[in-house]
């Protein structure tokens, strides 16, 4: 195990803070960890009751294009996981749910940020409208669950988190 010996902020964003923090590692020997400070996020899996998938299409700055994705969104600091889930459904597709499923939690690159994503799977869909943030545009599109996984093969789809949501719907009985 490490064990940290100081931790200096390099930057504090608006949603994840940018850490470098001094280790000792278990030989004894001192290095440096440069760390993403991020409070959490939620994911959601939303599917209509004729069993298609609703994502979202957004352009990402970071990637340079416009990706096609589930919905998510960072959690507010103390904020519960399904009330999250259910308020970023809402804003990015304009759906709630009847009822929310927790899939899976998981790391996405613990090798240099402390973000888990919780996956939830979203049911008893009801057109409320959307409520975007200022600074987002996205639309939404309906897919079979069978297109999604073509789009994923084929590479259309790259986005991490949605892979991984996908496959927990395909690993319980869909």
Same mark, same amino acid.
């Given at each position: ?65 416009? +990706? %096609? ?9 103390? /904020?519960?996981?399904?009330?999250? *889930?259910?308020?970023? &459904? #809402? ?11 927790? +899939? %899976? ?9 402390? /973000?888990?994503?919780?996956?939830? *799977?979203?049911?008893? &869909? #009801? ?48």
């Amino acid at each position: 195990m490490e064990r940290k010996i100081s931790s200096r902020l390099l930057h504090e964003g608006r949603h994840f803070s940018f850490l470098q923090d001094e280790v000792e590692l278990p030989s004894g020997r001192r290095t440096k960890r440069d760390i993403v400070r991020h409070p959490g996020a939620v994911a959601i899996v939303p599917i209509l009751p004729d069993r298609r998938i609703v994502l979202v299409r957004q352009y990402r700055y970071a990637a340079g294009r416009s +990706l %096609l994705e589930i919905p998510a969104g960072t959690l507010e600091i103390g /904020e519960d996981l399904q009330k999250c *889930a259910g308020r970023e &459904l #809402r804003e990015e597709t304009g759906y709630e749910a009847e009822e929310m499923e927790h +899939l %899976l939690s998981c790391y996405m690159a613990p090798g240099y940020s402390s /973000e888990v994503i919780h996956y939830y *799977a979203a049911s008893g &869909l #009801r057109d409320v409208g959307d409520d975007q943030e200022p600074d987002e545009d996205i639309r939404t599109e309906i897919f079979t669950l069978d297109h999604i996984v073509s789009m994923i093969r084929e590479n259309i789809i790259e986005d991490a988190k949605t892979i991984i949501g996908i496959q927990a719907i395909l690993a319980i009985e869909f």
